[in-house]
């Protein structure tokens, strides 16, 4: 299984911007796919995670309201759009598929990452 994140970038406070995660070798539709995302100095963190087989999907508090996960299944693919950026959430982005959790070990695969800088 091969994951690949995109779609990061620098972008001014209360701006946009739309992750994609896409993946090769396994269908996302019977497993979680989940993003996670660490900021330097500090722990990898859950950010949002959607569970297909029970249309299931969940946010930290902290991106609750401002940030969207959705897939494609014809794409294979997972999306976070990001809403109303705060320079809190600068970090680098991560998708992983495995088991719906909030917890990152629950995922054995990862994409790459992708940088992700709000800042004026």
């Known amino acids: 299984v091969q994951l690949q994140a995109f779609g990061g970038g620098l972008v001014q406070p209360g701006g946009s911007l739309r992750l994609s995660c896409a993946a090769s070798?396994?269908?996302?539709?019977?497993?979680?796919v989940g993003w996670f995302r660490q900021a330097p100095g500090k722990e990898r963190e859950f950010v949002a995670a959607?569970?297909?087989?029970?249309?299931?999907?969940h946010y930290a508090d902290s991106v609750k309201g401002r940030f969207t996960i959705s897939g494609n299944n014809a794409k294979n693919t997972v999306y976070l759009q990001m809403n109303s950026l705060k320079p809190e959430d600068t970090a680098v982005y991560y998708c992983?598929?495995?088991?719906?959790?909030?917890?990152?070990?629950?995922?054995?695969?990862w994409g790459q990452g992708t940088q992700v800088t709000v800042s004026s």
């Open positions: 992983a598929t495995g088991s719906d959790s909030v917890f990152s070990n629950f995922y054995p695969y």
């Open positions: 070798g396994r269908t996302f539709s019977n497993y979680a």
């Open positions: 959607i569970n297909w087989s029970g249309a299931r999907e």
